[in-house]
């Protein structure tokens, strides 16, 4: 157990975020540098618990109280061995992992949560730093052949698994660079790319092949894949995006958030000066109350915009637990993200019925009307219509699937009801050696999700190769999260 007393005397304490008019100014991540001492302290928190729900709270199954007491005694080199145990890449989830195992934490039953999130990400940038990562390339090679189809988290963390295993993995991505949602999607100032590109050169060195550019479907044909290779993990994500199809959705100015995020995420890297797609002084909505919603938000604040607001059909959640979601579950409450705090305003129970353009064809405002939730459908309340000025209108309400056309049309893959891969208790698919993992299978996810498929893909392809059963699968396809 790390400090016998710590949960009592240690009260919790986070990093401070950086002041907004400063952050907004810039792309970087949001929060200040922690000292050790303090974190180490955090880590003394944790109550060693007999049953750690914290566990089971992470998809990963991440050794939570096993690090948190190596880093209260100092041992930051063995803790950064348990969490690589289960986790490949810690620096992901460290940064964007909405932290299922702090709601879950016995400590969050009648005080504050252990700041688990934050002892990760410190355990891996100290790892970084004092250069204990190091390549593993594999000791004895198997001869065979895996082509991973998409960067993304999932695909990462099969291919990873996989060269270790000593297969010679190839990644294919069709983007210009490797990374998927981490690299073109999610914000900078939600996880810097540097942190991207030094697990990738790990991964290298490892002896993973990448191969950006590449659009399998289009460029490489689905039966030339087959022939090429003895195994294939579809780790594409779910791409295809859901619409609103109100009137004057046509109008110049109405964009889905991955036609806009992409572009600002070049901005930030240097490879591009400016945005095709810019909030600088318009008025920005961004339809969607979820994170990616948040993300145009942070976005559409470092470009300049002159007001954003951020609509939702649902309610305003509750601000602590209800019933439906008592302890350990992940519960649905007010949440401020950094995002929020730098400004904008949150319209709920609004739905949008119409996009209206100015005599240019531009979009000029939205019509709006509240809505109530009579059975799971949302009705207009009668004469709360009423205009919302923007220039600009942003779509972030979610995906619902993987894209058909191409890969998977040319495969003939059998889909789920819910239209994504379907796949048995080892991630293999309909077809014979093609495996499939992270959102393309699991639906729109999280990166904890992502990260702890591809390593469960990565077993099922490895026992479908070698017929051994050497490699970790975390999860089960049919897991679900405690919610
Ligand atoms: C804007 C945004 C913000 C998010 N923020 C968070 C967050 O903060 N925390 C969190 O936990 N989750 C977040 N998510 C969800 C998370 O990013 C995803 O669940 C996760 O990235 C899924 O990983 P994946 O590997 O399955 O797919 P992806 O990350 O989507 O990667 C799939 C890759 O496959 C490539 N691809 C597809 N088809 C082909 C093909 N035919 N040939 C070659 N390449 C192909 C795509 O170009 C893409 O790069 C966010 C999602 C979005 C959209
Ligand atoms: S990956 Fe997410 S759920 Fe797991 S320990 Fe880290 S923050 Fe918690």
């Excluded at 090429?228 to 791409?239: C, E, F, R």
């Excluded at 305003?345 to 509240?370: I, W």
Aim: proline share 7%.
């Amino acid at each position: 157990m790390a400090d016998p007393k710590g949960f009592l005397t240690t009260p919790r304490e986070t990093p401070k975020s950086r002041p907004v008019d400063i952050r907004i100014r810039d792309w970087r991540e949001v929060y200040e540098d922690f000292e050790r001492s303090k974190l180490e302290q955090q880590a003394g928190r944790c109550m060693d618990c007999g049953i750690p729900f914290c566990h089971q709270g992470c998809p990963l199954g991440n050794l939570i109280p096993e690090w948190n007491t190596l880093v209260w005694r100092e041992d930051w080199q063995d803790a950064i061995e348990r969490l690589h145990a289960t986790n490949n890449f810690p620096e992901f989830t460290g940064t964007l992992c909405p932290a299922p195992c702090e709601t879950a934490c016995v400590l969050g039953i009648n005080d504050d949560p252990v700041t688990i999130k934050r002892v990760e990400i410190s355990i891996i940038d100290r790892a970084f730093e004092e250069g204990w990562v190091k390549p593993q390339p594999p000791t004895t090679r198997t001869g065979k052949k895996v082509a991973v189809v998409g960067s993304g988290p999932s695909g990462l963390a099969a291919a990873q698994q996989l060269t270790r295993a000593g297969h010679d993995v190839v990644v294919f991505e069709r983007a210009d660079a490797i990374g998927g949602l981490l690299r073109y999607g999610i914000p900078e100032f939600k996880m810097e790319k540097h942190r991207l590109d030094r697990r990738l050169e790990q991964m290298r060195a490892e002896g993973t092949e990448f191969r950006a550019g590449v659009n399998v479907g289009v460029d490489v044909t689905a039966e030339q894949l087959l022939a090429d290779y003895d195994a294939v993990v579809l780790a594409g994500g779910a791409t295809a995006w859901r619409d609103l199809p109100a009137p004057g959705r046509d109008v110049e100015g109405v964009y889905q958030a991955m036609q806009y995020l992409p572009y600002a995420n070049r901005v930030a890297s240097g490879k591009l000066d400016s945005p095709p797609i810019d909030a600088n002084g318009k008025d920005v909505v961004v339809i969607g109350g979820g994170d990616t919603g948040a993300d145009c938000v942070g976005t559409a604040h470092r470009q300049g915009a002159r007001s954003v607001t951020q609509l939702e059909i649902m309610p305003r959640p509750p601000e602590s637990r209800s019933d439906a979601h008592p302890w350990p579950m992940y519960p649905m409450i007010y949440r401020v993200s950094s995002a929020h705090e730098e400004g904008g305003e949150r319209l709920y129970s609004v739905n949008t019925q119409e996009f209206l353009a100015d005599e240019n064809g531009h979009l000029r405002a939205l019509k709006l009307v509240e809505v109530r939730n009579e059975g799971g459908r949302f009705v207009p309340v009668e004469g709360t219509e009423r205009e919302l000025p923007a220039q600009l209108a942003l779509l972030a309400m979610g995906f619902v699937g993987p894209e058909r056309e191409g890969l998977l049309d040319q495969l003939g893959v059998e889909l789920d009801q819910r239209g994504n891969v379907a796949r048995d208790g080892t991630y293999k698919t309909s077809l014979d050696k093609v495996f499939v993992a992270g959102d393309m299978g699991r639906g729109q996810s999280l990166i904890v999700w992502a990260i702890a498929e591809g390593r469960s893909a990565a077993a099922g392809v490895d026992a479908y190769l070698t017929g051994r059963d050497v490699l970790p699968a975390p999860i089960a396809p049919t897991d679900r999260p405690i919610a």
